[in-house]
């Protein structure tokens, strides 16, 4: 994602005649996210640019809890995905600067933690555990006991002392409640001091008592001089006393911007006033479906808040929320408005429809206005400060219409800086000097707080923890591997020398191949689980998928070893086989090395793990049919041949019938009387009798093993991002 260039303001104007001065926090302008959707017309499917979001300007302070907030739809996450840097390069247009400076997407991440809806942990470890390696991610080369104590601390700060060697849990294990879990989210995201903090519904799924409790300590970190942005869908009382600015969104357009306390004054410069005993918030988002649901849309409301053009009262049959109705809208002109150098076409003695009030409406420009009241009325005059790359424009002086009026009751709380309620100089619009802020972020050190051995080192511990602590997926493919591996010793035993005796090692070995492939589909909901973890940690510079690809290979390096010696040493002398007993237990091993990094590799690629046993399933059968066992590859189709050389089945099989054939011994006796020697039936299989062939068989396992890692970090690295297009 790219930013374009904004502006910035050293002062905003939160009332007329009021600056408010921004010694720090986020500030965003005109931002703009346009997506292609298909909608059903007339029985044709048409493709329709919508925008969810639209020149939405706003700020956030610093040491200050902003939530956003708005009916299902509003744009919420959105905004929030935008100002965190989680949209593609290209996608959103805007600026955003950070403390007067205009930054990047990448500095964004590197200066901030996003805490999601889904509490993405590992169930098995404890809150202390789940908290230091989130330190020894963050915190790079901090000593171990300072991280111990930042942790301790952070530990007491989120009110987790009683959990604190409680195992996280999930669904199918007991662990630390729902409220407790939160924090433990956003515990991890803070524990480096973030200056930005995302939140996305950080009560969602919480009861009242609970999602104060969090609400509560985010406060206490915006108090410590963080910028806190959150997302909150229908708050309670309570929480709502916690916020200290508020953003209030619809259909992508600002609604409201300001805090709490204003939005009655908000309501009733719309001439709607607030119902005794209900909460003003609750009652400007009734208000906002109210419109939502009529024919004039929140397009009116929009304009409201960036021109002060008052929206056009509802009739009572379009007023199903509010138990009040609107006050009635007195007319003064029947001259249509300008809006943006445009007239808008108003039909004689009727009100405006919502199709008036488009996108054309919402300008890139920012207004200044003086008001000045005289016993006629009230006279307004905008004054329009273009931007650099516009030239100057004479703007007539806005006249009223009917049922559009003007008051000056929003003159003393308008909540919104960019209401166009405070004047804009020139200069505003200049790229400012943000040499000396720049550099305080240039030296934020390097991106990853870890070199790449202690990354490795790091993750390594983690892995080695979750298997303990759930050693079903080690433990049931070597039980797999352990009663397979009798099962085929006892019916295999000592296999004559006869024809039916290599034909019984040969089923022998063609089962083992399959066996060991199909002992790795187990890692597709493994790494499919994940992998959300992973996108989470990496979304924020915790470590690289590089890193991330190599501690999981050797993290299960040993446990390959020990499944494929177990069934080596069953399966050997029991079948008589032989060979080099160790060139045997490493084609075993790069089987499992092969084709588990085959899986995992699919598992990357496939959004579920239904599809991804139903593509593993398929290569499966695609390579058992192609590995040379039902025809050799001489007798393959030509246009098919290739799909031999692609089958992963076909290198482990070859070598361990090159293993255990290679030799002039007689194996048994033809129908004509002739011995069959092992050089004989590797000739009528068309497999290689050359002694050094069987390890290119070796190598080109690795390079399967190697290729598909190597794929997987691609996909890791590229496409495993949390970002909207």
């Not at 790079?140 to 007491?156: A, Q």
């Amino acid at each position: 994602m790219a930013y374009t260039k904004g502006h910035r303001r050293d002062a905003v104007m939160v009332s007329i005649g009021k600056p408010v001065s921004l010694t720090g926090g986020l500030e965003f302008s005109n931002l703009t996210y346009t997506v292609k959707k298909k909608e059903k017309i007339e029985g044709k499917w048409v493709s329709q640019e919508v925008d969810l979001l639209h020149m939405i300007s706003g700020y956030a302070p610093k040491g200050s809890i902003t939530g956003v907030m708005g009916p299902s739809g509003a744009g919420k996450s959105t905004l929030l995905d935008g100002l965190a840097g989680r949209i593609s390069s290209g996608s959103l247009k805007g600026g955003v600067s950070l403390d007067g400076m205009e930054i990047s997407p990448s500095l964004i991440k590197r200066t901030s933690a996003y805490i999601m809806q889904e509490d993405l942990l590992f169930p098995m470890l404890t809150v202390y555990e789940t908290l230091m390696f989130a330190a020894d991610f963050r915190l790079g080369p901090l000593s171990w006991m300072d991280k111990k104590l930042r942790v301790e601390k952070l530990i007491e700060q989120l009110g987790l002392t009683s959990s604190r060697n409680t195992y996280i849990g999930d669904e199918g294990a007991r662990g630390v409640s729902g409220g407790e879990r939160r924090r433990v989210s956003i515990g991890v995201d803070i524990i480096h001091g973030p200056s930005l903090l995302f939140l996305d519904e950080p009560t969602s799924g919480l009861d009242s008592s609970s999602a104060y409790s969090v609400i509560e300590k985010v406060h206490d970190i915006a108090r410590a001089g963080s910028t806190v942005i959150l997302t909150i869908h229908q708050p309670s009382s309570r929480i709502l006393l916690l916020l200290d600015h508020l953003i209030v969104l619809a259909k992508g357009q600002l609604m409201f911007q300001g805090s709490p306390k204003d939005v009655g004054h908000h309501l009733r410069g719309m001439d709607r006033k607030v119902p005794k005993g209900e909460n003003p918030v609750e009652y400007l988002i009734d208000v906002i479906q109210e419109y939502n649901q009529s024919e004039h849309g929140v397009e009116v409301l929009a304009a409201f808040v960036r021109t002060g053009l008052k929206p056009p009262p509802l009739s009572e049959e379009e007023v199903s929320m509010s138990t009040v109705p609107p006050t009635p809208t007195p007319s003064h002109h029947h001259a249509s408005p300008l809006v943006e150098g445009r007239r808008l076409p108003l039909q004689a003695g009727s009100q405006r429809s919502a199709t008036d009030f488009d996108h054309s409406l919402r300008s890139p420009y920012n207004y200044s206005r003086s008001w000045s009241a005289s016993h006629s009325g009230i006279v307004q005059t905008l004054r329009f400060t273009p931007s650099r790359q516009r030239t100057d424009r004479k703007m007539n002086p806005m006249s009223a219409s009917p049922g559009y009026t003007r008051s000056n009751d929003i003159l003393e709380g308008t909540p919104t800086p960019h209401s166009s309620d405070y004047t804009v100089n020139e200069s505003d619009y200049l790229t400012p000097n943000i040499a000396p802020k720049a550099a305080a972020y240039q030296h934020l050190g390097p991106k990853f707080a870890n070199s790449f051995l202690d990354e490795i080192w790091i993750l390594m511990r983690r892995n080695f923890i979750n298997i303990r602590r759930t050693p079903e997926l080690f433990l049931s493919r070597l039980l797999v591997l352990t009663v397979m591996g009798f099962m085929m010793a006892t019916m295999f035993t000592r296999p004559k020398a006869d024809i039916q005796g290599i034909t019984s090692r040969l089923s022998f070995f063609i089962f083992t191949v399959c066996l060991f492939f199909f002992s790795s589909n187990d890692a597709v909901p493994a790494f499919i689980q994940e992998r959300f973890i992973f996108v989470r940690e990496t979304g924020h510079n915790a470590y690289r998928a590089s890193t991330y690809t190599f501690a999981g290979l050797i993290t299960y390096l040993p446990f390959f070893a020990v499944q494929a010696g177990v069934y080596a040493g069953i399966v050997w002398f029991a079948l008589g086989l032989r060979g080099p007993f160790l060139y045997f237990l490493i084609v075993l091993y790069m089987s499992l090395l092969s084709t588990n990094s085959f899986v995992v590799f699919v598992s990357s690629v496939v959004p579920n793990y239904i599809l991804g046993y139903a593509a593993v399933i398929a290569f499966t059968a695609l390579f058992f049919l192609f590995c040379g066992y039902f025809l050799n590859g001489q007798d393959i189709p030509s246009y098919w041949k290739w799909m031999n050389k692609f089958s992963t089945m076909t290198y482990p099989y070859e070598g361990l019938l090159m293993n255990q054939y290679q030799t002039n011994d007689t194996f048994g006796v033809n129908p004509y009387g002739q011995n069959i020697t092992g050089n004989d039936i590797l000739n009528q299989l068309n497999v290689s009798t050359v002694e050094f062939d069987k390890w290119k068989k070796v190598f080109i396992m690795l390079g399967w093993a190697v290729l598909y890692r190597v794929l997987f970090y691609v996909v890791l690295r590229f496409a495993s991002k949390n970002q909207r297009t």
